[in-house]
Nanobody
Framework: QVQLVESGGGLVQAGGSLRLSCAASGGTFSDFGMGWFRQAPGKERDVVAA????????YYADSVKGRFTISRDNAKNTVYLQMNSLKPEDTAVYLCAARTDGGYYRTPGRYNYWGQGTQVTVSS
């Protein structure tokens, strides 16, 4: 059974930065495509960024392009989300997800495993 544990969330002022981590256990991490999603209260779960098994292909939502960077370290079984120039509208619970076929997808339903999430709050 694959388990995903996010960390690195917190409270930050607008313009600040945070780095989220998602540590995976179980399965073969280097086979997984990974995604970061976020969900604000009363809103749908939306993709933030996604990365394929090798890290050679990535996807970003338009709202975060140029500010966020997704990366992975297969030796550490960890995927990261570097978030810079944070805005109040980035406030949400951030969740990581794994897809066992190694691909990267924008749709939450394409992912097999999910973490519990970490809260990111950006104050104005």
């Amino acid at each position: 059974q694959v388990q995903l544990v996010e960390s690195g969330g917190g409270l930050v002022q607008a313009g600040g930065s945070l780095r989220l981590s998602c540590a995976a256990s179980g399965g073969t991490f280097s086979d997984f495509g990974m995604g970061w999603f976020r969900q604000a209260p009363g809103k749908e779960r939306d993709v933030v960024a996604a990365i394929n098994w090798s890290g050679g292909n990535t996807y970003y939502a338009d709202s975060v392009k140029g500010r966020f960077t997704i990366s992975r370290d297969n030796a550490k079984n960890t995927v990261y989300l570097q978030m810079n120039s944070l805005k109040p509208e980035d406030t949400a619970v951030y969740l990581c997800a794994a897809r066992t076929d190694g691909g990267y997808y924008r749709t939450p339903g394409r992912y097999n495993y999910w973490g519990q999430g970490t809260q990111v709050t950006v104050s104005s």
